[in-house]
Every structure is written in structure tokens, then in C-alpha cells.
């Protein structure tokens, strides 16, 4: 599908394997989780805008590129996505974090919105929605949408693991973002946990179970 990237490399690979792992306790699944997105947002933001500026070097003057434009908006969905935040902030400290709050009801694993602070001028800033779990895509649709009503645009959604079904109700609801996915998983089982999956990513990251 256009607009989707599935993340190659080994790196990567190999850090969801071990989150996957029963046995890995919250701090190691934390900085795993941190580790990825960090990993995963160089890629998703090699379209920055650069602009060339004078500078010297201790051998002559010349002129080399900046980051150009808006700081970028980091928006991770509530909670599980707070977990990617800081490996994006390591690669781009100067960031505006917005925040969605959604969870799933248990039984219809429908979203509902229970928090929304956006940063201004979304509509000049380039977007990175974070949410380690793509299961049915509800919760990605919904904070997309909301992020659209705010006026954004330039959206990209990032997540660890994804299941073919939520990848594509996201591709189809919002065919004009980007999508970054670490990997995608076989299918969903019948409480839309994705299988093999990681279990709760938000539990498991703030140790609630
Ligand atoms: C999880 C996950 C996503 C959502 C994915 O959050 O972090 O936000 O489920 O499922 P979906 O694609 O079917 O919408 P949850 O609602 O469990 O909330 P939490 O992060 O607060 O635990
Ligand atoms: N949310 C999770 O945290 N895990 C899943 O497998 C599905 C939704």
C-alpha cells in the first residue's frame, strides 16, 4: 500500500523480538520501546526541510544545512504512546509535545477521547502520531481525526507493531498520511489483541500488570 513504510532494519528486528519476550520486565521493555522509536523517527523524518546557512570551519567559511521550518509536533496517543516520546525528544530535543487521550472500551475495543492538548500552528509543523499498537486502527483513525480538526497536515503515524486489519482501516480512513510501521503481525484474535503481538504495550511500559 502507498504511504506505508514496514521498517527493515535489523535493529529494529531484533529490539521488537525482545519486547515481544514474555520475561522482559518494564525497564528493559521501556528503553526497547524508547530505543525503537528513536530508530524508527530517522526514517520518518528524512523529509525535514533544510536550508543552507554561512557558517566557519576551522579550515574556511562555507555554507551547510539546518533544520528549516516549524518545530516538528511529537503527539503520542495516551498512554501508551508517552513511551516513544523520548527517543524522538533525543533526536529532536526541540519538539512541541501534544498529547490524545483515548482508551478502548474492553468490549466494542472502540476508542473513546478522554483528553486533548495540541501544540499551535499545527498546520505549519510536520506531525509524528505516536502509538507502539496499530490493533484495529480505531484509536489511530480517531486521534488522526482530531489532529486534523485541529488544522494539521502534514501527518505521519508511527507504531512498533501493527495488525494487517488496523493497517489498512488507517490507510483507508486517512490516505494522505504516512504510515511507519516496525513490523506487521499476523492477525487479531478475538479481544483485537494482536497475535503474536506484545500483550498490553501500555502495561507493560508503566508496569500495571
Ligand atoms: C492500546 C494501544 C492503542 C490501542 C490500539 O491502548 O496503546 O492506543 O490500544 O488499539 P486499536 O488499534 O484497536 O484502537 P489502550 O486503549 O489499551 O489504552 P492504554 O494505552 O491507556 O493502555
Ligand atoms: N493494545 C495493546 O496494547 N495490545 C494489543 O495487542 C492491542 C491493543
Do not use: W
Not at 134 to 161: E, Q, R
Request: one cysteine or more.
Amino acid at each position: 500500500m502507498k504511504n506505508i513504510t514496514i521498517m527493515e532494519h535489523p535493529l529494529i528486528k531484533h529490539k521488537i523480538t525482545v519486547m515481544r519476550k514474555t520475561d522482559t520486565g518494564t525497564y528493559e521493555f521501556r528503553k526497547l520501546t524508547e530505543e525503537i522509536a528513536m530508530l524508527m523517527a530517522y526514517e520518518a523524518l528524512r523529509d525535514l526541510p533544510t536550508v543552507n546557512i554561512k557558517i566557519e570551519t576551522p579550515v574556511e567559511p562555507c555554507e551547510s544545512p539546518v533544520i528549516d521550518g516549524k518545530k516538528p509536533a511529537v503527539v503520542p496517543i495516551l498512554r501508551a504512546g508517552l513511551g516513544m516520546v523520548s527517543g524522538i525528544l533525543s533526536l529532536v530535543p526541540s519538539a512541541k509535545v501534544g498529547h490524545i487521550g483515548l482508551f478502548r472500551d474492553e468490549t466494542t475495543h472502540l476508542p473513546h477521547e478522554y483528553y486533548c492538548k495540541l501544540p499551535q500552528s499545527l498546520e505549519e509543523r510536520k506531525i509524528l502520531v505516536l502509538d507502539p499498537m496499530l490493533a484495529t486502527g480505531g484509536s489511530a483513525v480517531a486521534a488522526v481525526d482530531l489532529i486534523k480538526k485541529h488544522n494539521g497536515k502534514d501527518i505521519s503515524f508511527m507504531s512498533i507493531i501493527a495488525a494487517p486489519q488496523g493497517l489498512q482501516t488507517l490507510s483507508q480512513a486517512h490516505p494522505d498520511i504516512k504510515i511507519f510501521v516496525g513490523n506487521v503481525d499476523r492477525e487479531l484474535n478475538e479481544n483485537a489483541y494482536i497475535c503474536p503481538g506484545l500483550g498490553d504495550a501500555g502495561d507493560r511500559i508503566f508496569g500495571t500488570k
